[in-house]
């Protein structure tokens, strides 16, 4: 018998730490003893169960059989399983059935693990198709050394599951929300982020290039993914996303939380440039001031979070002319003359075509992903002649993004 006080102390102690549910851990604690007991007195196949009584500290066990219609399982005689055992045994040999001709094989007879109906009806009148019957088996305390190593090894599995189940459901609905966290520790480019009961991974292809983490370093993120699968990374964070920087205005203008300004598209090149196109259908509210905020303080407050990227706040319209001027800025087109279906072509000052065209390209091409059009940037005093880095097309790309 189990000293149960102890025990009881035991179990609550290990949920507390793990932030589990006392069950969960009992749970994980009978499906051990099962585990042991099987390995120790019982067949491979069989379904052990086990039940601890934590009023009285009394163990039980029992063996379960599912109750089956000879008509839904195969029966091999011993022959045959001799020469399946044998045809697995051959390596490189497997048996190809032709395309279309497969079919998913119904589950083997384990006199182990099933029970015809039949038999089931002399033990249950009343029993049916698809229910489990147990059947009590002899209490034992005495465990061997491997089935104890496999108590313990299915303990911290149960655990594990038990605990990972728990905080995914804690971060179910938390996608799209930004959070705090801390760098643990660095892995093949991949970054791990301390959260509290959770660790969050930043993939290489999230971090904000030329960005340097260092471990104990708190920092937000924006929650791209929440994971159920065990076998990926459960809880998947960003800083290059765009929506992380959509965010970050959300919390730093109260005029885009509580709906008076929109955020209508954004587009970012991680680390360089973010431009955002802001619109408010409210009277009296400039929109881009309400994101700049007095003396800049509150694009600066995102600004700092995002070492230093640079950004560009424009006024939405619904007008696709306006927009697209708006979108050039800091650059002032004089003219903009719609060719055909989203595609339109921008006259400015010739001493404003390198700030309308930007770096490399990178101001047209950014208007084009903002706008959904493709942009030819032109100088006003050589309307015939294509610029180099002029011609940005509308692609759309997962670092674009409407709101």
Not at 5 to 25: H, I, Y
Not at 175 to 196: A, M, P
């Amino acid at each position: 018998m189990f000293e149960i006080k102890e025990l009881g102390r035991a179990l609550k102690q290990v949920a507390d730490e793990k932030g589990l549910a006392p069950e969960k851990v009992l749970e994980a604690v009978e499906a051990a003893l099962a585990a042991a007991y099987k390995k120790e007195y019982k067949e491979k196949g069989e379904i052990i169960r086990a039940k601890l009584d934590l009023q009285t500290g009394e163990m039980n066990f029992w063996q379960v059989k599912l109750v089956v219609d000879p008509s839904e399982v195969r029966i091999i005689s011993d022959e045959e399983l001799l020469a399946e055992v044998e045809a697995e045994k051959e390596k490189g040999k497997e048996k190809e059935i032709p395309s279309g001709e497969e079919e998913k094989k119904i589950p083997r007879y384990n006199p182990e693990r099933h029970i015809f109906l039949e038999d089931a009806q002399k033990i249950k009148k009343d029993v049916q198709l698809g229910e489990e019957l147990i059947f009590p088996l002899e209490v034992r305390e005495d465990f061997g050394r491997i089935a104890a190593q496999i108590a313990r090894q299915t303990i911290v599995q149960k655990l594990r599951d038990s605990e990972r189940e728990s905080v995914i459901k804690e971060w179910q609905g938390k996608e799209g929300t930004i959070i705090s966290g801390i760098i643990q520790r660095f892995d093949r480019g991949n970054v791990y982020i301390d959260l509290g009961r959770a660790t969050g991974v930043m993939f290489a292809n999230e971090t904000i290039p030329g960005e340097h983490y260092r471990m104990g370093e708190r920092l937000r993120f924006f929650v791209l993914s929440v994971q159920e699968d065990a076998r990926l990374p459960g809880i998947v964070l960003s800083r290059s996303h765009p929506r992380f920087v959509s965010k970050l205005f959300e919390m730093e203008v109260p005029e885009i939380a509580d709906g008076t300004v929109e955020i209508k598209a954004i587009t970012r090149e991680a680390g360089n440039r973010t431009k955002l196109a802001v619109y408010s259908a409210t009277e009296g509210v400039d929109p881009i001031g309400a994101c700049v905020g007095q003396r800049g303080t509150r694009v600066m407050a995102v600004n700092n979070e995002l070492g230093q990227e640079k950004i560009d706040i424009v006024e939405w319209d619904e007008n696709p002319e306006k927009f697209i001027v708006n979108s050039l800025s800091p650059a002032k087109p004089e003219s903009v003359e719609i060719l055909g279906p989203r595609e339109a072509r921008v006259y400015v000052p010739e001493d404003q075509l390198s700030l309308a065209i930007g770096r490399g390209g990178q101001n047209v091409r950014m208007s084009a992903k903002l706008t959904g059009w493709r942009i030819d940037v032109r100088s006003k005093n050589r309307p015939d002649e294509v610029q180099d880095g002029g011609v940005a097309e509308a692609v759309a790309d997962e670092e674009s993004e409407e709101e």
